[in-house]
């Protein structure tokens, strides 16, 4: 298996704290090089991706983590305007929230997301998660990058 040195630029959109605090530690621990960026709500999510108010030197993600229970527009509405807006399509998001429901699950794909991922409520257990789809996108799959 051929493991990636490049570092990615990784958007989070994530409400929690505490989460958020998580999940910076599951790159940590990793030792994960990567650009983590995050953002608290649907509103600075579409902020993020188009480059507006204060995001307007924002990166294009290689990588989204996207929670579905968010302020404003929720994560269904973000993951719907970027799978269906041309330039943006082709970034993978992963849904990383707390709801196994299995409606949820079905209108994630629906809106073609890449992965759907429920949290694990134990830490350690979501340590392990988050650096396992990091790893997976990092050293086994590879990522549309633009020009």
């Known amino acids: 298996m051929t493991v990636s040195l ?3 630029e990784i958007l989070l959109v994530e409400d ?17 090089q990567n650009t983590l960026h995050v953002v608290r709500d649907g509103e600075e999510a579409l902020d993020f991706f188009y480059r507006r108010g204060a995001h307007t030197e924002a990166p294009r993600p290689d990588l989204v983590l996207l929670d579905l229970n ?3 527009y929720d994560g269904r509405q973000v ?13 993978p998001i ?10 949820d ?7 073609h997301a890449n992965a759907y991922v429920t949290k694990p409520v134990d830490l350690e257990q979501f340590l392990s998660a988050v650096r396992q789809i990091d790893h997976f996108f990092l050293t086994v799959v590879r990522l549309p990058r633009q020009a």
């Open 6 to 8: 490049e570092s990615i």
């Open 16 to 32: 929690d704290p505490g989460d958020e605090l998580m999940t910076r530690e599951a790159f940590a621990d990793n030792k994960i």
């Open 70 to 72: 968010l302020p404003r």
């Open 79 to 91: 993951l719907e305007r970027i799978k269906s807006d041309p330039d943006l399509c082709d970034i």
């Open 94 to 103: 992963v849904v990383l929230t707390t709801s196994a429901a299995e409606e």
């Open 105 to 111: 699950i079905l209108r994630s794909y629906q809106l």
